[in-house]
Protein backbone atom coordinates (compact mmCIF):
# COMPACT_ATOMS: atom_id res chain seq x y z
CA UNK A 1 0.00 0.00 0.00
CA UNK A 2 1.13 3.74 -0.96
CA UNK A 3 1.93 5.73 2.52
CA UNK A 4 -0.81 8.46 2.43
CA UNK A 5 1.63 10.76 4.66
CA UNK A 6 3.03 14.47 2.76
CA UNK A 7 6.06 15.66 4.17
CA UNK A 8 5.62 19.23 5.41
CA UNK A 9 7.38 20.49 2.10
CA UNK A 10 4.94 18.44 -0.01
CA UNK A 11 2.11 19.64 2.32
CA UNK A 12 2.95 23.35 2.31
CA UNK A 13 3.45 23.18 -1.75
CA UNK A 14 0.29 21.74 -1.91
CA UNK A 15 -1.54 24.59 -0.09
CA UNK A 16 -0.07 27.43 -2.14
CA UNK A 17 -1.17 25.59 -5.13
CA UNK A 18 -5.01 25.21 -4.20
CA UNK A 19 -7.09 27.92 -5.95
CA UNK A 20 -8.83 28.33 -2.99
CA UNK A 21 -5.72 28.89 -1.09
CA UNK A 22 -5.67 32.42 -1.69
CA UNK A 23 -9.17 33.01 -1.32
CA UNK A 24 -9.52 35.01 2.66
CA UNK A 25 -9.71 33.11 5.52
CA UNK A 26 -13.09 32.00 6.65
CA UNK A 27 -14.53 32.93 9.53
CA UNK A 28 -14.24 29.43 11.35
CA UNK A 29 -10.32 29.14 10.12
CA UNK A 30 -10.53 33.03 12.18
CA UNK A 31 -12.30 31.34 15.18
CA UNK A 32 -10.12 28.16 15.35
CA UNK A 33 -6.86 30.15 15.21
CA UNK A 34 -7.97 32.63 18.00
CA UNK A 35 -8.39 29.85 20.01
CA UNK A 36 -5.48 27.78 19.66
CA UNK A 37 -3.50 31.08 20.08
CA UNK A 38 -5.56 31.75 23.10
CA UNK A 39 -4.39 28.49 24.78
CA UNK A 40 -0.91 28.83 23.44
CA UNK A 41 -0.64 31.75 24.69
CA UNK A 42 0.78 33.48 21.62
CA UNK A 43 -0.52 37.03 20.01
CA UNK A 44 -3.11 36.44 17.05
CA UNK A 45 -1.89 37.23 13.47
CA UNK A 46 -2.49 40.31 12.50
CA UNK A 47 -3.03 41.28 8.46
CA UNK A 48 -4.77 39.85 5.60
CA UNK A 49 -4.40 36.06 5.89
CA UNK A 50 -5.16 33.93 3.44
CA UNK A 51 -6.81 30.24 3.51
CA UNK A 52 -3.44 28.87 2.87
CA UNK A 53 -1.94 31.13 5.84
CA UNK A 54 -4.72 30.33 7.97
CA UNK A 55 -3.88 26.39 7.58
CA UNK A 56 -0.13 26.72 8.12
CA UNK A 57 -1.01 29.10 11.18
CA UNK A 58 -3.31 26.51 12.76
CA UNK A 59 -1.28 23.58 12.04
CA UNK A 60 1.99 25.45 13.90
CA UNK A 61 -0.33 26.00 16.86
CA UNK A 62 -1.79 22.64 16.79
CA UNK A 63 1.88 21.36 17.11
CA UNK A 64 2.78 23.84 19.55
CA UNK A 65 0.08 22.45 21.92
CA UNK A 66 0.72 18.74 20.94
CA UNK A 67 -2.40 18.49 19.06
CA UNK A 68 -1.05 17.25 15.74
Do not use: F, H
Not at 33 to 59: M, N
Amino acid sequence: RRSLWLSQRTYTTLWDTIVSGNEPITGAQASYLATLCEEAGVELPTGDLTKADASRQIDEMKAKLGRA
